[in-house]
Nanobody
Framework: QVQLDESGGGSVQAGGSLRLSCVVS????????MGWFRQPPGKEREFVSA????????SYEDSVKGRFTISRGNSKNTAYLHMSSLIPEDTAVYYC?????????????????WGQGTQVTVSS
């Protein structure tokens, strides 16, 4: 049973930073791409960032470029999202996702496994 465990969410003031972590465990699954999505209150889930494990190639949604950094851990199936210069519009539940596919994957349907979500709240 593949499981994604997220941690690192919380409440911060605007301008602050948080680091989200995601660890994939269980089964024989090895992610080729891991991504982060977020779902603001009352809105659809949206792409934030992704990283291809083999190449280290990264992609970002325009509004987070220059503020968020995705990285992979030394061990397989671990990814991080460092978020800085946070603004109230970043408030959302953040989800980690893992995919068998390799590439810049922007769609929810590109991913095969999901974490339970972690709340990030940014106050002004």
């Amino acid at each position: 049973q593949v499981q994604l465990d997220e941690s690192g969410g919380g409440s911060v003031q605007a301008g602050g930073s948080l680091r989200l972590s995601c660890v994939v465990s269980g089964g024989t699954f090895s992610a080729r791409t891991m991504g982060w999505f977020r779902q603001p209150p009352g809105k659809e889930r949206e792409f934030v960032s992704a990283i291809v494990f083999s190449s280290g190639s990264t992609s970002y949604e325009d509004s987070v470029k220059g503020r968020f950094t995705i990285s992979r851990g030394n061990s397989k199936n671990t990814a991080y999202l460092h978020m800085s210069s946070l603004i109230p519009e970043d408030t959302a539940v953040y989800y980690c996702a893992a995919s068998y596919y390799s590439g810049s994957l922007y769609e929810v349907t590109d991913y095969h496994y999901w974490g339970q979500g972690t709340q990030v709240t940014v106050s002004s």
